[in-house]
C-alpha cells in the first residue's frame, strides 16, 4: 500500500539498503568486546536465541507496519494504532534522531583514521601512548571533529538527496559487497597472523555451563537489540517504498543472518589481530576492557602498527568501519526524512532540513566525548522501549492473526511458525528485565550520583530527557496526527487496511 | 586451540554461513519480487 512515488527498483537493493542498514560500527567495534568479555561460545549461543526473540520478530513487525500503512514511523502508529498513539511514533523517530545526531560525528572519527592510515600517520611499531595522543588531540580539537562530522553528513545529504532507488539503493549495492570484501580481507589477514588461535579459543570458549549466568542472557539480547536495528524504525520506513508482494519473512532473516554473519566476521578479524599482535595475554585483555573507540581508535590502531603492511591493514579496516557507519547512517537520516515528507515537504528540502538540524544538533557531541557518550547511553536505552512499542502495535492488533494473513502471504518464501508469535508476547517480558537490568547496573557504577542528572551514565539523566522527549511526543499527538498526509486514516484506524 | 573451541567455531560459523547462504538462495533464485 505504498502511497509514495519512490520505490526500491529491486529486491537486492532492498536487502542491500537494509543489510547495511544493520551492519553498524556495532558490530565491528561493540561485538568482538562483549563476546569475549562474556564468555564467548555461550554468548554468541545466546545472542542467537536473541536473533530470534528478538531481531527477527520486531524486523518482521516493523516491515508489516510500514508495508501496509505506507507511512513512515509517526503516520504508522497513527493509523496502524489509532490516532491517540500517534505519540509512539514520535519516540521512535526522535530517539533515532538523537542517535544520528551523534552517529554522523562517530562516522568522522572513522573518516579521520582512514586519512590517518592513508597518510602513513601511525609510525612502525608505534607504542600506545603514541597512538593515544593521536586519539586525544584530535578528539579534543572541536574544529577537526567538527570538519569530519560535517563531512559525514555531507556524504549522506548527497545519497538521501538522490532518492531511494537513485541514492540509497544505488550507494548500498556498492557499499555492501564492498563492506563484505574488505571485511572478508581482514579476516583471512588476522587469521594468517601466528598466535591468532588464541584469539579464537578465545571468541569459541565452548565452556557452556556458563549459560546459567544471567548477566551473558542479558549482554547477548542488548547486543542484538542495538545491533539488528530492530524497533528503530528503519524497516517500518524502508518497507513503505517495496512492492505489494514483497515478502516479509525471507527478506527480514536475511537482514538478521546478513548481520550477524558480519558480526562474525569482524569478531574473527578483531578477536585474531588482538591476540597474535598483542606483546602479552595481560595486554589482550587491556584491550578487551578498553571501551569501543578505545579498542578500536587506541589499541587496534597501534597493533596494526606491529605488522607487515600494517598501513594497508589499517586503512582496510577504517574504511571498513567508515562504509559501515555510512550505511547504518542512511537509514538513520531516511527516518526524519520520510516523516517530513509525509508531513507535505519534497524529498530535497526534508533532506535539507534533517541533514543541516542534524549537523548542528551533532555539534556538542563532535565537542565534547562525555556528552556523546552521555546521548549512547541514554537513547541506547530509549531504543529498547522503541522495540516494546513496536511489539505493542502487533499485541493490540493480535500478532496471531497478522502472522497468519500478512507475514504468511501467498507470495512469502517461507511460512513462519508460531514462534514469531510466541516472541512477540514476550518482547514486554524482555523489556522490563533488560530496561531494569540497565538501570540497576547503573546505579551500581556512580551509587552516589546515579539519580543526579549531570552524571554521563547514570538513571537520573534516563528519567530526565526521556520526559522530556516523551512530553514532546505527547504534546504534540494531536498535531503530528494531522499533519501526516491522512488521507486513509478511516481506513487504517479500523483496522481493516492492515489484512487487505 | 582446543578441539572444544574448534567445534564450537565450525558450528556456529557454519550455521550462519549456511543459514544465509541458503535465504538468499532462496530469495533470488525462487523469484524476483
Known amino acids: 500500500m505504498s502511497k509514495g512515488q519512490e520505490q526500491w527498483s529491486s529486491r537486492w537493493g532492498f536487502i542491500a539498503a537494509s543489510i547495511g542498514m544493520a551492519i553498524g560500527t556495532g558490530n565491528i567495534w561493540r561485538f568482538p568486546r562483549v563476546a569475549a568479555a562474556n564468555g564467548g561460545g555461550p554468548f554468541i549461543i545466546a545472542w542467537t536465541v536473541a536473533l530470534f526473540m528478538w531481531g527477527l520478530p520486531l524486523l518482521m513487525a516493523e516491515m508489516v507496519i510500514g508495508k501496509k500503512t505506507g507511512y513512515g514511523a509517526i503516520g504508522a502508529f497513527r493509523d496502524f494504532l489509532g490516532k491517540k498513539f500517534t505519540w509512539m511514533g514520535t519516540w521512535i523517530v526522535g530517539v533515532c534522531l538523537l542517535i544520528m545526531f551523534y552517529y554522523s560525528v562517530v562516522m568522522g572519527w572513522c573518516m579521520k583514521y582512514f586519512t590517518l592510515a592513508l597518510t602513513g600517520t601511525f609510525a612502525q611499531n608505534s607504542t600506545t601512548e603514541m597512538t593515544t595522543a593521536i586519539w586525544q588531540t584530535f578528539t579534543t580539537t572541536p574544529s577537526e571533529t567538527i570538519l569530519f562530522h560535517f563531512l559525514s553528513m555531507a556524504v549522506a545529504t548527497i545519497i538521501i538527496y538522490k532518492g531511494v532507488s537513485g541514492g540509497i539503493e544505488k550507494a548500498s549495492k556498492i557499499m555492501i559487497p564492498a563492506l563484505f570484501l574488505l571485511l572478508v580481507g581482514a579476516f583471512v589477514r588476522a587469521v594468517t597472523l601466528p598466535g591468532a588461535l588464541q584469539g579464537l579459543q578465545y571468541l569459541f570458549n565452548p565452556d557452556i555451563s556458563m549459560l546459567s549466568n544471567p548477566k551473558i542472557w542479558l549482554e547477548a539480547f542488548t547486543q542484538c537489540a542495538w545491533s539488528t536495528g530492530a524497533g528503530w524504525g528503519f524497516i517500518i520506513t524502508y518497507a513503505v517504498y517495496t512492492h505489494e508482494k514483497e515478502d516479509i519473512p525471507c527478506n527480514c532473516a536475511i537482514m538478521g543472518f546478513g548481520n550477524n554473519v558480519g558480526a562474525l566476521l569482524a569478531g574473527v578479524t578483531v578477536m585474531s589481530a588482538i591476540f597474535a599482535l598483542s606483546p602479552s595475554p595481560e595486554f589482550a585483555s587491556e584491550v578487551l576492557s578498553a571501551g569501543n573507540s578505545g579498542l578500536t581508535f587506541i589499541y587496534l590502531a597501534q597493533l596494526f602498527t606491529t605488522m607487515p603492511f600494517g598501513q594497508v591493514v589499517a586503512a582496510v579496516f577504517f574504511l571498513a568501519m567508515t562504509i559501515a557507519a555510512l550505511s547504518s547512517l542512511l537509514p538513520m537520516i531516511e ?119 549531570k552524571e554521563v551514565f547514570g538513571v537520573g539523566t534516563i528519567l530526565l530527557q526521556w520526559v522530556l522527549l516523551l512530553a514532546f511526543a505527547l504534546g504534540t499527538n494531536k498535531l503530528l496526527a494531522n499533519k501526516m498526509n491522512s488521507s486513509n486514516v478511516s481506513e487504517v484506524e479500523n483496522m481493516e487496511g492492515v489484512t487487505e | 586451540m582446543s578441539m572444544q573451541s574448534m567445534v564450537m567455531m565450525t558450528a556456529v560459523i557454519g550455521f550462519y554461513l549456511s543459514g544465509f547462504v541458503y535465504l538468499v538462495n532462496l530469495a533470488f533464485n525462487k523469484k524476483e519480487a
Open chain 1, 335 to 453: 527516518v526524519g526524512v520520510r516523516t517530513f515528507m509525509d508531513a507535505g515537504l519534497s524529498r530535497q528540502k526534508a533532506t535539507l532540513f534533517v541533514t543541516g538540524g542534524g549537523f548542528l544538533l551533532g555539534i556538542p557531541s563532535a565537542y565534547s566525548l562525555n556528552f556523546l557518550d552521555n546521548q549512547d547511553w541514554v537513547w541506547g536505552v530509549g531504543l529498547l522501549v522503541s522495540g516494546l512499542f513496536v511489539a505493542i502495535a502487533m499485541i493490540n492488533y493480535g500478532p496471531e492473526k497478522i502472522r497468519t494473513e500478512v507475514i504468511n502471504a501467498p507470495w512469502s518464501d517461507f511460512k513462519v511458525p508460531k514462534w514469531w508469535t510466541y516472541s512477540i508476547y514476550m518482547i514486554p517480558v524482555i523489556f522490563v528485565i533488560l530496561t531494569g537490568w540497565w538501570m540497576w547496573q547503573a546505579s551500581t557504577w556512580s551509587p552516589d550520583t546515579w539519580l543526579d542528572p
